[in-house]
């Protein structure tokens, strides 16, 4: 999948997120946000100018949000962004509204919608993470320019090819061929197990 469909999967199939900021204290606070919209341009979602959150938004210009589809854990998908953020005011608006009329209920009166302005992250990394796969499956993205930077575990020329962090791994995601492990990183939990149990110390965390 490329970012735009991971962006697209969120507003089509999670829609509901959780959006962490920080507040004037640099303490973080959590609100529940609908993601209305997403093209090659970033992911898009709205807010009432008077609200605190807009604030926040406009404070720090940055945010995390994570949804999950799923009816349990063992059957869920979970995707997680964090990036830039940017007011672009309401000329968005109406493509929002238009793909989630549930807003006209909210905001009934155009006067009362004069209160909404639109926001787009325009940059950022995400993961994708499925646990209905076995073994499990992940991903990770960027989009707007973002670098995306490797992250997990992995094996150094040090490994000697004992065997003990595949004896270890709960996803049994390491292969070891001509006496070096890999580990498969789509695979990978990122649980440490393996580092820990190496007794060369020859798995690194990036």
Not at 68 to 92: F, P
Not at 154 to 160: A, L, N, R
């Amino acid at each position: 999948m490329t970012a735009n469909d991971y962006l697209k999967f969120i507003v089509e199939q999670i829609h509901s997120t959780v959006v962490a900021t920080v507040d004037k204290c640099g303490l973080p606070v959590t609100c529940v946000i609908d993601m209305m919209y997403a093209d090659e341009n970033g992911l898009y979602f709205l807010t009432a100018k008077g609200k605190n959150f807009y604030q926040r938004l406009k404070d720090n210009g940055y945010i995390a949000l994570s949804g999950m589809k799923g009816e349990n854990t063992m059957n869920c998908t979970a995707l997680s962004i964090r990036g830039k953020v940017r007011e672009i005011g309401a000329d968005m608006l109406p493509v929002l509204l238009e793909n989630n009329p549930y807003m006209l209920e909210i905001y009934p009166t155009d006067e009362s919608r004069k209160a909404l302005t639109v926001f787009r992250v325009y940059e950022g990394i995400g993961e994708w993470f499925d646990l209905s796969k076995k073994p499990i499956e992940r991903d990770s993205f960027s989009f707007g320019g973002a670098e995306n930077t490797a992250k997990g575990y992995f094996v150094t020329e040090g490994c000697i090819g004992c065997g003990s962090c595949l004896l270890n791994c709960p996803q049994s995601c390491i292969d070891i061929a001509d006496k070096k492990a890999v580990i498969r990183q789509p695979n990978c939990l990122h649980c440490g197990n393996c580092a820990q149990i190496c007794p060369v110390g020859a798995v690194e965390r990036r």
